[in-house]
Nanobody, 124 residues
């Protein structure tokens, strides 16, 4: 089992940057694909980015492509989301999640473990 704790959220002006971190417990972190998912007020959760176990395969939602970068450090059991050129529509609670699948997935029900989330608010 994996426990996930996100950090790094906050309030930022449009055009600014934030770096989210997700610390994972357990010695099997490096075997999981990891994803970032967000939920804006009044909306359903949506996929943001995913990275495979080695970091060699990554994909992004179209809405964040070119602005966000996902990465991981298996030695530190941590996955990151660097967010740049932030927009008010990026305001959401951001969750990291772990999938036992060896391939990347955008499907939220294929993620097995979830963190509690961290709030990101982008002011205009």
């Amino acid at each position: 089992q994996v426990q996930l704790v996100e950090s790094g959220g906050g309030l930022v002006q449009a055009g600014g940057s934030l770096r989210l971190s997700c610390a994972a417990s357990g010695r099997t972190f490096s075997t999981y694909a990891m994803g970032w998912i967000r939920q804006a007020p009044g909306k359903e959760r949506e996929f943001v980015a995913a990275i495979n176990w080695s970091g060699s395969s990554i994909f992004y939602a179209d809405s964040v492509q070119g602005r966000f970068t996902i990465s991981r450090d298996n030695a530190e059991n941590t996955v990151y989301l660097q967010m740049s050129s932030l927009k008010p529509e990026d305001t959401a609670v951001y969750y990291c999640a772990a999938s036992k699948l060896r391939y990347l997935t955008r499907l939220l029900d294929e993620y097995d473990y979830w963190g509690q989330g961290t709030q990101v608010t982008v002011s205009s």
